[in-house]
């Protein structure tokens, strides 16, 4: 019996490409579906500060039209202490008053990957370009991977891609 691989080697395997010892930084926004994926392998998922992912959830659950994601990520977010009126205005982030510019370029990501379609040139370079003011690339990973598991995660499968599948 063979020796099990370490997960970013199988990772990479399955990917059909192998570990680098340096990571690479991913092209620009292009690369989305690469961070999307590769997350875990190729760069470390740096952790969110709390309202942040709260904040980033709720609005990719409210882009999704998931009625119950986006009542549970509230709750969660309304017990965790983030005011009312910041989670409704968070559909409206560029209007209104209560985000930071770190939260506004958060949140303008989250947008961007909600409706991301590479087809039609991916996310556009500025986005990405003022979440990297704020932001390392772990955490633009981790932001990437938050916005990702709420809006394409179908439970029911276990796959990504819900909004794939023509209704």
Request: glycine residues 8%; neutral net charge; hydrophobic residues 45%.
């Amino acid at each position: 019996m063979s020796a099990l691989w370490p997960l970013h080697d199988r990772l990479a395997a399955w990917v059909g490409t192998s570990r680098q010892a340096t990571p690479k930084r991913l092209p620009g926004p292009l690369g989305l579906p690469a961070y999307a994926r590769l997350a875990s392998t190729w760069a470390p998922i740096a952790p969110l500060e709390p309202r942040l992912r709260l904040l980033v959830t709720q609005l990719a659950a409210e882009r999704s039209g998931c009625a119950y994601c986006a009542q549970h990520n509230r709750h969660v977010a309304l017990k965790a202490g983030v005011p009312r009126e910041v989670l409704e205005d968070v559909v409206h982030h560029g209007s209104a008053g209560h985000y930071s510019d770190a939260e506004r370029a958060a949140l303008e990501l989250a947008d961007a990957v909600t409706s991301f379609e590479e087809n039609k040139g991916g996310l556009p370079m500025e986005t990405l370009v003022r979440a990297r003011c704020h932001f390392d690339e772990g955490q633009i990973v981790a932001l990437v991977a938050a916005v990702s598991a709420e809006h394409f995660f179908d439970p029911a499968t276990g796959r990504l891609g819900r909004d794939s599948i023509p209704l």
